[in-house]
């Protein structure tokens, strides 16, 4: 077993990417979204994707070097164009943009397609939960994510929906159709299609602040109700608190496999 600290594995993932030809700029930004997936116990979603993605880059199917393009802009609605780039990056330009159109329109929404994976889902609601929205994703090939905001202070209701038959035919039906993909099953080996976020700006509906504290009362009566709940996210935040003081433990495998990247630990 093998334990890194966040800002260590941020600056392994970095330099492993950037040896990969990512630029800096890239590098930084999927390194960061790597890591806060093993942060939040998400390791199928974290560091060890590198492995995978850069053997995508020698494919050829992804291109390190690739910057999303926004288009499609029609009111709240927007398109990005991944350009066949890492969808960490793909998703975060529709989470800057949704976030901004939300503001101005109460209600926005992007699709994202022609990329890698977008990683761990619930993160780009979790951020637009941390800036004052609801926050809405579905996947192609993935669970429903949510989110929405606490108290100030506290960490944003963040959840993944496991979906039955007739909610996995529609989030794959949308999220390969809709955002351009084109088929709603992908071949084998191939990555899942689009994505598709959507943010609500909840001060468009009611003020923030009554918002965050009525969302901390109903919080406070899931967790005292007779038969308690966890509170969506709660676990998350959690893992990720203690992972930020004590480091992110791997199992000898997996760093082994890190370690054989160019760039990897073995070699900073």
Not at 101 to 127: E, F, H, I, K, M
Not at 190 to 211: M, S
């Amino acid at each position: 077993m093998t334990v890194v600290h966040a800002h260590d594995l941020v600056a392994i993932a970095t330099k492993v990417l950037l040896a990969a030809g990512t630029p800096r700029a890239g590098a930084d930004v999927v390194a960061a979204s790597l890591v806060e997936a093993d942060l939040a116990g998400h390791e199928e979603y974290g560091v060890r994707r590198l492995v995978p993605y850069l053997q995508q880059i020698s494919a050829g199917t992804i291109d390190p070097k690739a910057i999303p393009r926004l288009g499609g802009v029609r009111a709240a609605a927007a398109v990005v164009d991944g350009r066949r780039g890492f969808g960490e990056l793909a998703v975060r330009a529709a989470v800057e943009h949704v976030r901004r159109l939300a503001r101005q329109y109460g209600v926005a929404s992007a699709t994202v397609g022609n990329c890698g994976d977008v990683g761990w889902l619930s993160a780009p609601v979790r951020t637009l939960a941390a800036e004052g929205a609801v926050g809405v994703a579905l996947r192609h090939g993935r669970p429903l994510a949510w989110a929405a905001p606490r108290a100030a202070g506290r960490a944003p209701l963040v959840a993944e929906i496991p979906a039955d038959a007739g909610l996995a035919f529609m989030i794959e039906l949308v999220g390969a159709l809709l955002s351009g993909t084109g088929q709603a099953a992908p071949s084998e080996g191939e990555e899942a299609g689009g994505t598709v976020v959507v943010a609500i700006d909840v001060a468009a509906f009611r003020p923030l602040d009554e918002f965050r504290l009525q969302a901390e009362r109903f919080c406070a009566l899931l967790a005292a109700s007779a038969a308690p709940m966890a509170v969506p996210g709660e676990t998350e935040a959690a893992t990720r608190a203690a992972r930020v003081r004590d480091g992110i433990p791997f199992a000898d495998e997996v760093w082994s496999e890190l370690a054989a990247l160019p760039g990897g630990p073995a070699r900073i």
